[in-house]
């Protein structure tokens, strides 16, 4: 026997008795939602997989086909979204699952969540790809994604991932001389270490984080800013082992959505990127941030060397201005879209997700105790920007000449990506005008 059940609606739960005999309880808090298949409605929601012990933070996606809606039940009730499902010209959907970002978990929450719900919103027909190393989804964006844009097929891409996917398609289609037809549509379940582009986003909550904006979202335009950087300069490859050239042309750019930086930031992300450090998950940037603020040889922080130049709007005219930064000393130094760098790191408070303002956040040498105090008001809402050693600004453009000697304090990211520039060499930061990608949020 396997008709439908008969639910009641206690206390936001959901009680139930199995055709078995048993009884069972759901928490409003895991439905991830509630199809229509009249008569009848389906409960989906997450149940924490048993393998994992009660600590465990992994979860599966279940179904219960249930008689009649309950009032309380009803704001659950979801369509599925045309992204996904179109009758007309149904949307090209594409899932890639990225084996090695964060803790790899990817793997696992296709597997009991997102291959699931596909089934159960009867989505069959999508393309299926795990990563085999760095360059599988920058390979994917030029031999499928930018040949269907520029063909006007209507995409969606799933990226179980950290901001390092997404950022591989951004560059693909930036860099290329094709027009774009129709813009894909781009869902992110973050699955990596920071995911700053879904915690901004607001994708950071629930019990698998994304999966709630993947059937309820709406496409916005992405932002993007350009770095164009001095013609010596190289990616930083191989856990920093190798260097490898920018791009094929004569532009030195690399293409961004969430920050570009210098000093203190960019320097724990290019020190944390190993396998050692990545098993730490998150952790990880605390842990190289501490080792650079406290040198093992005993020695104060490092003082970043360079000329920092900002250029502004002003009045209605919106007229350009530059003005040059008076410290050629700096500890921190960076240029953001997006408001979040982590769940709780709020770098930028004042950004508002996918708007396409850029803000500079600065500021100079201190000490170790100084800096981490920075560092925790970041995380207590944003309050390091009130604070008058603090230089936070919009910006169209930022621009660094350096002044290092060593190769290891010229090290610059850009989301993710560490590129080191040449000596005496420099980088422009700068918004683009173009939008070529949708984000789902």
Same mark, same amino acid.
């Given at each position: ?13 959901v009680?139930?008795?199995?055709? +078995? $005999? ?8 895991d ?11 389906s409960?989906l929601f ?5 393998l $994992?012990?009660?600590?465990s933070?992994?979860?599966?996606? #279940?179904?219960i =086909?249930i ?8 704001s ?16 090209? +959907? %594409?899932v890639v699952?990225?084996?090695?970002s964060?803790?790899?978990?990817a ?6 969540? @997102?291959?699931p719900?596909f089934t ?8 299926? &790809?795990?990563? %085999?190393? +760095?360059?599988t ?8 994604f930018?040949e269907? +844009?520029?063909?006007?097929v ?9 901001d390092?996917?997404?950022i =591989?398609?951004?560059?693909i289609?930036?860099?290329? #001389?094709k027009?774009?037809? @129709?813009s894909p549509?781009i @869902?992110?379940i973050?699955? $990596?270490?920071?995911?700053a582009? *879904? ?8 019990s ?13 335009s992405?932002p993007?800013?350009?770095a164009?950087?001095?013609p ?7 856990? $920093?082992?190798?260097?490898a ?10 293409y ?10 960019a *320097?724990?992300?290019a020190?944390?990127d190993?396998?050692e450090?990545?098993k730490?998950?998150?952790?990880r940037? #605390?842990?190289?941030a501490?080792e ?11 003082e970043f060397?360079?000329?920092?130049t ?7 005219n ?5 003005? *040059? ?7 921190y130094?960076?240029a953001?879209?997006?408001p979040?760098l982590?769940?709780d ?14 803000r500079?956040?600065?500021f100079g ?13 970041a &995380?207590?809402g944003?309050?390091h920007?009130?604070?008058d050693t ?5 910006t169209?453009q ?13 090290r610059v990211?850009?989301?993710g ?11 422009e930061?700068?918004?683009?005008p173009?939008?070529l990608?949708?984000?789902?949020n």
């Open positions: 026997m396997s008709g439908p059940l008969t639910v009641d609606i206690v206390d936001s739960t009680k139930y008795t199995s055709h +078995a $005999g048993a009884e069972y309880v759901i928490d409003f808090n439905i991830l939602c509630v199809l229509s298949n009249p008569p009848t409605y409960v997450f149940q924490k997989t048993e $994992g012990g009660p600590k933070e992994d979860f599966s996606l #279940k179904k =086909d008689e009649s809606l309950p009032a309380e039940l009803s659950f009730v979801t369509k599925v979204p045309s992204y996904l499902r179109n009758e007309d010209e149904p949307p090209i +959907a %594409q699952v990225s084996t090695g964060g803790t790899g978990k793997k696992i929450v296709f597997e009991d969540v @997102v291959r719900l159960y919103i009867g989505l069959e027909n999508y393309e299926l &790809y795990e990563t %085999q190393s +760095a360059q989804i920058i390979e994917l964006a030029r031999s499928k930018l269907r +844009a520029h063909n006007s209507p995409q969606t891409i799933i990226l179980l991932s950290g390092g996917g997404l =591989d398609i951004l560059e289609f930036y860099k290329s #001389k027009t774009i037809g @129709v549509n @869902v992110l973050p699955c $990596g270490t920071g995911n582009m *879904a915690s901004s986003i607001g994708l950071r909550s629930g698998v984080p994304g999966l709630s904006t993947l059937l309820r979202g709406s496409p916005s992405i993007v800013f350009a164009k950087f001095s010596g300069s190289r990616l930083v490859i191989d856990e $920093g082992r190798q260097r050239d920018i791009d094929t042309d004569v532009h030195h750019t690399i961004g959505a969430v920050v570009a930086s210098w000093g203190l930031h *320097a724990l992300v020190d944390s190993t396998f450090y990545r730490f998950g998150v952790d940037f #605390k842990m190289a501490n650079l603020l406290n040198p093992s040889d005993g020695t104060p922080p490092h060397k360079g000329k920092i900002l250029t502004t709007l002003n009045g209605p919106e007229a350009r201005s530059q003005e *040059a930064v008076e410290e050629l000393e700096h500890m130094a960076l953001t879209l997006v979040r982590e769940k790191f709020l770098i930028s408070p004042d950004s508002v997700p996918l708007d396409g303002q850029m500079f956040i600065r040498p201190m000490s170790a105790e100084d800096a981490m105090q920075l560092m925790t008001l &995380y207590q944003g309050r920007v009130m604070e603090v230089t936070y600004a919009d169209e930022v621009r660094i000449d350096f002044q290092e000697d060593e190769e290891r304090w010229r990211c850009i989301d990506k560490i590129v080191a520039v040449e000596k005496d060499g420099w980088v930061i700068r918004k683009e173009s939008r990608l949708n984000l789902i």
